[in-house]
């Protein structure tokens, strides 16, 4: 048997938080249509009907929520007669959005 540090839980400790917290989750989703699903160490809140909204996240050991999901920005064409900006401020849209050493959102 190994032992395991203070800030670890055990199996078991692990297995009855994660039931108590499927089930309370599931008591406050009732009736939304949500998927609730268990991993290796969370719980994982789905929207079968419409996936692109991403997952939420539950950690089991500590209650942790989390969103995580895809997020789209739309810069508009390139070039054209719907063009609102210009090719230069795209090109900077996407440095700001991709390159190293930026924040990552464009503005």
């Not at 039931?19 to 160490?41: K, P, Y």
């Not at 070039?79 to 849209?93: F, L, N, V, Y």
Request: net charge negative; proline share 7%; glycine share 10%.
């Amino acid at each position: 048997m190994t032992e395991s540090g203070a800030d670890e839980m055990s199996a078991l400790e692990l297995l009855r938080a994660r039931t108590a917290l499927r089930a309370q989750m599931a008591s406050m989703l009732a009736g939304h249509g949500l998927e609730i699903r268990d991993l290796a160490r969370d719980i994982v809140i789905t929207n079968p009907r419409d996936p692109e909204k991403g997952r939420v996240y539950v950690g089991c050991s500590d209650g942790e929520v989390s969103w995580k999901r895809t997020v789209w920005d739309h810069f508009g064409p390139l070039a054209g007669p719907d063009a609102e900006a210009s090719p230069q401020d795209i090109a900077g849209k996407i440095i700001a959005a991709l390159a190293p050493g930026t924040q990552g959102r464009p503005q």
